[in-house]
């Protein structure tokens, strides 16, 4: 079964830290440029982050530039999003999705490139 699954959202104060994992299967997440989404209550879900297949790009919303890091574990076929000095803006549903699209750059904000979505986690800033 085709699939990606989030996990490591939840709550945590302004300036804290929280690990998201997307472990993929039924695919090679490898072969896949992946990424991570967000979306908040009335608003369009928008890419944060890229990680093109192979490691061969990345790309980062100026907002999470310095904060946020994607990182890739080939072995256990998992994407992560380590998430530092969070904000109160951070708060969202995270996706991860994974697309075959390269380079990260032109392509990882538009989101009929992805073909695999996982199904949502959440993630709340608040002190």
């Known amino acids: 079964q085709v699939q990606l699954v989030e996990s490591g959202g939840g709550s945590v104060q302004p300036g804290g830290s929280l690990k998201l994992s997307c472990v993929a299967s039924?695919?090679?997440?490898?072969?896949?440029?992946v990424s991570w989404f967000r979306q908040t209550p009335g608003k369009e879900r928008e890419g944060v982050v890229c990680?093109?297949?192979?490691?061969?790009?990345?790309a980062y919303e100026d907002s999470v530039k310095g904060r946020f890091s994607i990182s890739r574990d080939t072995a256990e076929n998992t994407v992560y999003l380590q998430m530092d000095n969070l904000k109160s803006e951070d708060t969202a549903t995270y996706y991860c999705?994974?697309?075959?699209?390269?380079?990260?750059?032109?392509?990882?904000?538009?989101?009929?490139?992805?073909?695999?979505w996982g199904q949502g986690h959440q993630v709340t800033v608040s002190s």
């Open positions: 999705a994974a697309g075959l699209f390269t380079p990260c750059g032109l392509y990882y904000r538009d989101r009929n490139n992805y073909k695999f």
């Open positions: 039924g695919f090679v997440a490898d072969y896949y440029s």
């Open positions: 990680l093109g297949s192979g490691g061969r790009s990345t």
